[in-house]
């Protein structure tokens, strides 16, 4: 029980440094596992997903052009201390770039909702409820569902109900975003981006089988 508290109590200071602080620790967390993934075809696919979330979190230009995806591929080599192998568009920068002086980056002090989705989910929510075409807003509800149990499923052990992820976004966006849960499951609109092999703890909560660990009786 104690590990366990421990655990939980994670410090920002107790945590390896993030090579670039914009993005967040939860994108850092996906990096440190694309890494870890053997299957190169699932690597390179996994890559393009990261590169595109970095761009939708990104304060620059979101159009592709090949300047800018350069740069976003650039800070995934970064993110992962140049020791990725996969097949980019753009090849892995010199690692002398990183002596350059980054640009400041602007910080917010409100308290985050939630700190296991962090901060950009929460600026991912105020960009969907500015959107005005419905269809590209579910859209985009969507995808941060799939973020958010993608970043759920990195920090904890424990499943998380599409209910439970639907609920988040409507506390994270003051109701201002709605959730068609039957579609959801339907559809597995929230499927975690990444999937994660860890075992989990479905089990929480529930009492014994009869018959397990029976105890044995006296003659």
């Given at each position: 029980m104690k590990e366990e508290?421990?655990?939980?109590?994670?410090?920002?200071?107790?945590?390896?440094?993030?090579?670039?602080?914009?993005?967040?620790?939860?994108?850092?967390?996906?990096?440190?596992?694309?890494?870890?993934?053997?299957?190169?075809?699932?690597?390179?696919?996994?890559?393009?997903?990261?590169?595109?979330?970095?761009?939708?979190?990104?304060?620059?230009?979101?159009?592709?052009?090949?300047?800018?995806?350069?740069?976003?591929?650039?800070?995934?080599?970064?993110?992962?201390?140049?020791?990725?192998?996969?097949?980019?568009?753009?090849?892995?920068?010199?690692?002398?770039?990183?002596?350059?002086?980054?640009?400041?980056?602007?910080?917010?002090?409100?308290e985050v909702k939630f700190k296991h989705y962090g901060r950009n989910i929460e600026l991912l929510v105020e960009k969907a409820i500015s959107i005005e075409d419905e269809e590209e807003k579910q859209a985009a509800v969507y995808y941060i569902g799939r973020l958010m149990k993608t970043f759920y499923t990195t920090w904890n052990r424990d499943n998380v109900t599409e209910e439970a992820i639907a609920d988040n976004i409507k506390q994270l966006s003051n109701g201002k975003l709605s959730v068609d849960i039957d579609h959801v499951k339907a559809t597995n609109g929230f499927d975690a981006i990444f999937k994660d092999n860890r075992p989990r703890n479905n089990n929480k909560g529930k009492r014994p089988s009869k018959g397990s660990n029976p105890k044995r009786r006296r003659n």
């Amino acid at each position: 029980m104690k590990e366990e508290a421990k655990t939980m109590l994670d410090y920002n200071t107790q945590r390896p440094e993030m090579k670039l602080k914009e993005y967040g620790r939860n994108v850092q967390m996906l990096v440190k596992h694309l890494r870890t993934v053997e299957d190169r075809e699932t690597r390179n696919k996994m890559a393009y997903t990261v590169v595109d979330l970095i761009k939708q979190l990104s304060s620059g230009p979101k159009d592709y052009t090949n300047e800018n995806m350069q740069k976003y591929w650039d800070d995934l080599y970064i993110m992962s201390d140049f020791n990725l192998d996969v097949d980019s568009p753009f090849p892995m920068p010199e690692k002398e770039i990183l002596g350059k002086k980054p640009q400041p980056v602007k910080y917010v002090t409100d308290e985050v909702k939630f700190k296991h989705y962090g901060r950009n989910i929460e600026l991912l929510v105020e960009k969907a409820i500015s959107i005005e075409d419905e269809e590209e807003k579910q859209a985009a509800v969507y995808y941060i569902g799939r973020l958010m149990k993608t970043f759920y499923t990195t920090w904890n052990r424990d499943n998380v109900t599409e209910e439970a992820i639907a609920d988040n976004i409507k506390q994270l966006s003051n109701g201002k975003l709605s959730v068609d849960i039957d579609h959801v499951k339907a559809t597995n609109g929230f499927d975690a981006i990444f999937k994660d092999n860890r075992p989990r703890n479905n089990n929480k909560g529930k009492r014994p089988s009869k018959g397990s660990n029976p105890k044995r009786r006296r003659n």
